[in-house]
């Protein structure tokens, strides 16, 4: 019985659990359904957008920046190059680690707090999650090695290569090139839709000079190139690509040789030097002396670095040639002689006595000539040629005098006073060169017979630029014609044309007056430049000389008073033009706190002049650098250059020219000062 | 006709065929049941060397784990289920010892503490309860009458309730619900009275509240949003979910084709090798990959079943039909997750994830159902 019922149990449990797997395997057949249905949907049902999404994870399209356009010199030789410079980007996954990652780089390579808060803002504005951000730009070659060894560890770090601009001539060109740097956020705001579209893959953008003014033309074409990347966005193949347009190459009129050479010729003194090609308005130097390097800002500058350039006292970032203006003086009496001679108030030989001052009509107040204070007199018999050579300002007050300032004022634009040049590069200023309407819109004032005393010899109101001096004399230079000063010689292939701005009319023999009057002021017995630009002249040259007051510079406690002293004596100018035949280079010279234009301006014109017309001419057995002046690699090419000559002299010595004494004699000889200022 | 006769007049193939049979059964060998086995292993080699990456090594170590898994599985077929049933206390009462060693001894490792390191063998104690439970849980319920009474089911709540408190506790939520669910199995199969079923549903309805506000982890509640609406935080929690339903859906019907698929390929989907490595499956062979493998897992759980409906005692039954069911619960749990059907809970899916222990263990669990489905011929066939 008991059996029976034991073995009946087994029946009914066995019947039981073959229902209850029956039932669960109906159970387990939905939930498959459930899920052949889910995979279904995602598979066919989606499959569209799912592919999409995996095409789109997948293939990303990559801009492939284009390579900024070189700039070569006139003679080929390279001022701004591309070289590769190495990024370290970290892909951050999780917080911990990265700090891992980030601790373990700072044991290999340095990476400074600045750095890292740049990295920590970036990481911020990144778009997608694993987006690589850049922590260390310009590796060097060791911190690659030690990155290389370790990589293994280095989860999520890359290292990306990027060409970025380089100045093989560091400061030297650093006024005329300018500089790249990265492209700033305020630069993306202003960029328009097309240009988003150019920069896409390009980091740099030319801010200052020739690389801000031929952007465009430099920049070059954006390629693309559709990738496969990872989920970390490494790139794992390439799938097709458009290969980007390299920017055009830009040759300039620019010499190496002479912008060393005008370097050099300042000795380390602040102050400018412009030297135009005559025939096509080419600037062939440009020099605003103290320099800066502009490769410090290729990649960024660090605030210690602009610190101290922006805080410098001998302000390294401002230009002085294209920026800097000060009353050009006596440089601008032959302007102001031409102007008489053209509106027939002179002539050739009409002459006036200089009794060594000269007074208004009907006014009791004495402008002293400089000759009054040096002799104690005046010029005596004072004509054009005269008064250009000797710098009379008796002769020029009187001659302004009676033209009066409208004409003046309208003659002085034909040389481009007042006005910009126009030049290639931007930030040019454009000086004063006053009117009647000018003092009114400027000062609100009528203009008085004192204001044109003062204009008649380049003071008072009159503002100019070195590089509109250089125009003036290039314009002299040219008898009347006018050229658009340009750096740019050729782009690409293509010739950069010469601009004429205008082509005066005027009496041959009058241009022949001024160029007589300034070949007297180099060449003459009394001329004021004669003692420190004839000796050993191997050409004949016309120039100018001039001085320019100085404004006074606002007290500051960073400047002890010696400094402010020396730094408020007057600057030294030099406008000059050879050969005087026919004429081939014009120069403008600006020597801060030198006082002495022809003493100390001069001098700088002649080695550029020589340097221009007769190759490399440093006449010295030797180039000694003067104290202070550090341009190493200048010092080594102009003692390569005279040791070549040398060679060369000695193995042929019929073809050695006119025996040169020094092309800057000691100031010894001749006349000390020269220009007076006006006494009011 | 005697045997001996009827294999004569075979023709020399089936007769070869039948050798291995024959061995098969001496060694209690469940032959189907292996054959499924070694295609699942082959599909899962050959997934994972695309998943990892074409990494020869990683395969080579889990093609020797599954060597291991497999001695495991011929030895513990040849344990007599009797043995089992009454060892079932003491694998029990040691596998609870077990967790509570990882409790204060264990290691942590990716925030959880489940690990216990011996010498130089480590191990997770929790595998050792995924087998442990359904044993405990068959040979109790065995032994008295079925369906079970209401005091004996208690009793049985609280067996399944210790060790997975333990498990929730490391914090591992996917093994806890396994080790549970494979003890429940054994009741649901018991005939556990259907008041009973309906009454424990309505208290765990009841109770979802609760458990969500005081006894998930801050991970687990975000899993479940995650599931719910992954875009809402698509570059953290939610990463996971879009890229494995971006890599199945771009399978489409018949996938990119073995290697071809770049979400793995490119590291767009996490964890490819282990949880999500269907995802990678239905990537490079589509939909109808997905449904060949389900084939082979539902001809594995049938298979299990059928042992299980054969087996002539109570505890063969009950232990083969758990073992069975939590193989499937796996499989579903683990392609419910990866395609954003199921909160993301950490269940690798059965023979293809990479994994040591959990394929051992499961690979134990087939040699439980070899054990019950060879003794059951035993009985039935006697011995010549």
Redesign the interface.
């Known amino acids: 019985m008991q059996e029976a019922q034991h073995f009946k ?2 029946q009914r ?2 019947k ?6 029956l039932v ?2 109906t159970f ?1 057949l939905a ?2 359904s ?3 249905y ?3 949907d ?3 049902v ?2 569209e ?3 999409t ?3 789109r ?2 293939v990303h399209v990559q801009p492939v920046p284009p390579t900024r356009g070189l700039i070569f010199d006139r003679n080929n030789e390279l001022l701004a190059d591309n070289k590769a410079s190495f990024t370290l980007s970290v892909v951050s996954g999780d917080a911990e680690e990265l700090n891992n990652t980030i601790e373990l780089l700072k044991t290999l390579i340095e990476i400074t707090p600045s750095d890292l808060g740049k990295f920590y803002k970036a990481q911020k504005q990144r778009r ?2 694993l987006d690589p951000v850049p922590l260390r730009y310009r590796l060097t070659e060791d911190e690659i090695a030690r990155l290389a060894v370790n990589q293994h560890l280095l989860e999520g770090v890359e290292v990306n290569a990027e060409l970025v601009r380089n100045y093989p001539h560091a400061d030297m060109f650093a006024h005329v090139i300018g500089y790249t740097g990265r492209i700033s956020e305020k630069d993306m705001d202003s960029f328009t839709p097309e240009q988003l579209q150019r920069y896409s893959g390009t980091h740099a953008i030319g801010k200052s000079g020739i690389e801000s003014s031929y952007e465009d033309i430099l920049l070059g074409e954006v390629g693309s190139q559709n990738v ?5 966005g490494r790139v ?1 193949r390439v799938l097709d690509r458009i290969d980007p347009k390299q920017g055009s190459d830009l040759h300039l009129h620019l010499d190496t040789r002479l912008q060393e050479t005008a370097v050099a010729a300042m000795q380390g003194r602040r102050g400018a030097v412009v030297a135009i090609d005559v025939k096509t308005g080419g600037v062939l130097a440009a020099v605003s002396n103290p320099g800066f390097d502009p490769n410090l800002f290729v990649t960024g500058i660090s605030y210690r670095d602009y610190k101290n350039l922006n805080d410098d006292i001998d302000t390294p970032l401002f230009n002085r040639f294209l920026q800097a203006q000060y009353p050009p003086g006596s440089t601008i009496k032959p302007v102001i002689g031409l102007a008489g001679l053209h509106y027939g108030f002179t002539d050739v030989d009409r002459a006036i006595s200089d009794p060594g001052f000269f007074t208004l009509p009907g006014s009791s107040r004495i402008y002293r000539d400089w000759s009054l204070a040096k002799t104690g007199g005046g010029h005596g018999r004072v004509n054009l040629k005269v008064g250009i050579s000797q710098s009379c300002d008796t002769y020029f007050w009187d001659l302004g005098t009676r033209m009066g300032i409208d004409k003046m004022s309208e003659f002085g634009a034909h040389f481009g006073l007042g006005q910009l040049t126009g030049i290639d590069v931007p930030s040019e200023r454009k000086g004063i060169w006053p009117s009647r309407e000018w003092k009114r819109a400027a000062k609100g004032q009528a203009w008085y017979p004192g204001d044109t005393v003062n204009m008649s010899i380049g003071q008072g109101f009159v503002l100019a630029t070195p590089l509109q001096l250089a125009v003036v004399a290039s314009t002299i230079a040219n008898r009347g014609v006018r050229y658009k000063p340009q750096f740019v010689q050729r782009i690409g292939d293509k010739i950069h044309e010469p601009i004429i701005e205008e082509t005066m009319e005027m009496k041959p023999e009058y241009w022949d007056a001024i160029f007589d009057g300034m070949a007297e002021v180099v060449h003459g017995p009394r001329g004021t430049a004669r003692a420190y630009m004839s000796p050993g002249a191997e050409y004949r040259m016309a120039g100018k000389s001039g001085t320019a007051q100085v404004v006074a510079i606002a007290q500051n406690a960073k400047y002890n008073s010696a400094m402010l002293q020396e730094r408020h004596r007057d600057h030294a100018l030099f406008i000059a033009f050879a050969p005087l035949e026919d004429p081939k280079i014009a120069v403008a010279v600006m020597v801060e706190n030198a006082e002495g234009g022809s003493s100390k301006a001069a001098p700088v014109a002649r080695w550029m002049m020589d340097a221009y017309l007769l190759g490399y001419s440093l006449d010295a057995d030797e180039f000694v650098p003067p104290l202070g002046f550090h341009h190493a690699a200048i010092i080594k090419r102009l003692n390569n250059y005279i040791a070549a000559r040398n060679a060369a002299r000695e193995g042929k010595p019929a073809v050695e020219p006119v025996k040169n004494t020094e092309p800057v004699p000691p100031a010894s000889a001749g006349i000390d000062a020269e220009e007076g200022v006006t006494d009011e | 006709m005697s045997r001996q006769d009827f294999l004569r007049r075979m023709p020399e193939a089936a007769r070869a065929f039948s050798r291995p049979t024959r061995l098969a059964e001496r060694f209690h060998i469940d032959f189907f049941l292996l054959l499924l086995l070694l295609a699942l292993t082959t599909i899962g080699l050959t997934v994972l060397y695309s998943a990892s990456g074409h990494n020869l090594p990683s395969v080579e170590k889990q093609a020797s784990f599954f060597m291991i898994a497999y001695a495991t599985m011929f030895v513990v077929a040849q344990i007599p289920v009797d043995f089992m049933r009454r060892m079932a206390p003491f694998a029990y009462v040691g596998g609870v010892l077990l967790l509570l060693a990882v409790t204060i001894f264990g290691d942590i490792s990716m925030g959880a503490q489940r690990w216990l390191q011996i010498g130089s063998f480590r191990f997770q104690p929790s595998e050792i309860m995924k087998l442990a439970m359904p044993i405990t849980i068959a040979a109790f319920l065995s032994a008295g ?3 079970p009474r209401f005091s004996r089911v208690l009793a049985v709540l609280v067996l399944i309730g210790i060790p997975t408190a333990l498990i929730i506790e490391q914090p591992d939520l996917g093994t806890s619900i396994l080790v549970a669910t494979s003890g429940i199995m054994v009741l ?2 018991s ?1 556990l009275l259907w008041r009973y079923i309906a009454a424990a549903v309505a208290v765990f309805g009841a109770s979802l509240w609760p458990i969500w506000h005081y006894m998930l982890h801050d991970y687990q509640r975000q899993r479940v949003l995650t599931m719910l609406d992954p875009t809402q935080d698509p ?2 929690t939610g ?1 996971n979910i879009i ?1 494995s ?9 018949s996938g990119k084709g073995w290697m071809e698929g ?2 793995s ?4 989907l996490p964890e490819g090798h282990t949880d999500f490595i269907i995802a990678v499956m ?2 490079e062979f ?2 109808l990959g ?2 060949f493998l ?1 084939t082979v897992y ?1 001809l594995v ?2 298979r299990g ?1 059928t042992i ?2 054969k087996s002539q005692n ?1 505890f063969g ?2 232990l083969a ?1 758990s073992v069975s ?1 939590t193989f ?1 619960v796996y499989v ?1 749990v683990n ?2 997750m990866v ?1 954003g ?1 199921l909160p993301v809970v950490g269940v690798p899916l059965p023979l293809i994830s990479q994994g040591g222990t959990a394929i051992v263990a499961l690979f134990a669990g087939f040699g439980i159902l070899m054990a019950i489905s060879t003794e059951q011929k035993r009985v039935m066939t006697p011995q010549p």
Do not use: C
Request: hydrophobic fraction near 45%; charge should be positive; glycine fraction near 8%.
């Open positions: 149990d087994h449990e066995a039981l659990f073959r229902n209850r797997v669960m395997a387990m939930l498959v459930t899920l052949i889910r995979y279904y995602l598979q066919i989606n499959y957008e799912y592919a999404q995996s095409e994870n997948r997608h999650k496969e990347t990872n989920a970390r794992m | 009458h079925l369906p649901f199969f005939g570059l953290g990463w890229q339903k971006t890599a199945i859906g771009s399978g489409g019907l770049t979400q390929r490119l590291d767009f239905s990537e589509g939909l997905v449904i389900l539902a759980i049938i079943l299980a409906v109570t039954r009950l039909a069911s499937f579903f392609m419910g395609s059907m």
